[in-house]
T-cell receptor
Framework: GDSVTQTEGQVTVSESKSLIINCTYS????????LFWYVRYPGEGLQLLLK?????QKGSSRGFEATYNKETTSFHLQKASVQESDSAVYYC????????????FGSGTKLTVEP | GPKVLQIPSHQIIDMGQMVTLNCDPV?????FYWYKQILGQQMEFLVN????????KSKLFKDQFSVERPDGSYFTLKIQPTALEDSAVYFC?????????????FGEGSKLTVL
């Protein structure tokens, strides 16, 4: 079946430093899935950060970027300069065949940005 | 932004009892979802619901589980009877266009503890 792997459970970065959160996916479908990053800020529900539905394309939002790499089956999340307000839990997700209306989530990466 | 509300935020019950978790989705949304997250594990898809019917369900959606949305009110997840392994945080989500093309809006979760 389809699955998403996030290898880091927790990441700590100093403010203004760069960030990368790793995500790889696996699918048994011959078609390419849609890929998403969701984020949960403290005290809030999970919300969409960005999505990319075409392999090779890059998505961006709030200074974050992720590139859909079908060769390495990766969708890493990056930011050039993090802020304290970016502290949250980030989830990579895959949506696609055969269940068009189901998202499969990674285990999440908790980001702590230190002042 | 749009909010999904979940009631209760936390419930403790004895094994074998019935529990109903309530979700107040975004008002004009058409697709509804329940996800389950056991502490330290991934958030896993349980079921999705559209036009008054279950569209898809996972292996985690046991016979003891049921969902409904009577008269456009709360979208509910009922577990009867509960088992120890049902202890988890249950997340409700809603979407206007569906998970794969649209955006899911999540509640903050209902933490269920079965003793």
């Amino acid at each position: 079946g389809d699955s998403v792997t996030q290898t880091e459970g927790q990441v700590t970065v100093s403010e203004s430093k760069s960030l990368i959160i790793n995500c790889t996916y696996s699918t048994t479908s011959i078609a390419y899935p849609n890929l998403f990053w969701y984020v949960r800020y403290p005290g809030e529900g999970l919300q969409l950060l960005l999505k990319v539905i075409t392999a090779g394309q890059k998505g961006s939002s709030r200074g974050f970027e992720a590139t859909y790499n079908k060769e390495t089956t990766s969708f890493h999340l990056q930011k050039a300069s993090v802020q304290e307000s970016d502290s949250a839990v980030y989830y990579c997700a895959l949506g696609g065949m055969p269940n068009y209306n189901v998202l499969y989530f990674g285990s999440g990466t908790k980001l702590t940005v230190e002042p | 932004g749009p909010k999904v509300l979940q009631i209760p935020s936390h419930q403790i019950i004895d094994m074998g009892q019935m529990v109903t978790l309530n979700c107040d989705p975004v008002s004009n949304h058409l697709y509804f979802y329940w996800y389950k997250q056991i502490l330290g594990q991934q958030m896993e898809f349980l079921v999705n619901f559209y036009n008054g019917k279950v569209m898809e369900k996972s292996k985690l959606f046991k016979d003891q589980f049921s969902v409904e949305r009577p008269d456009g009110s709360y979208f509910t997840l009922k577990i009867q009877p509960t088992a120890l392994e049902d202890s988890a945080v249950y997340f409700c989500a809603s979407s206007l266009d569906g998970a794969n093309t649209g955006q899911l809006y999540f509640g903050e979760g209902s933490k269920l503890t079965v003793l």
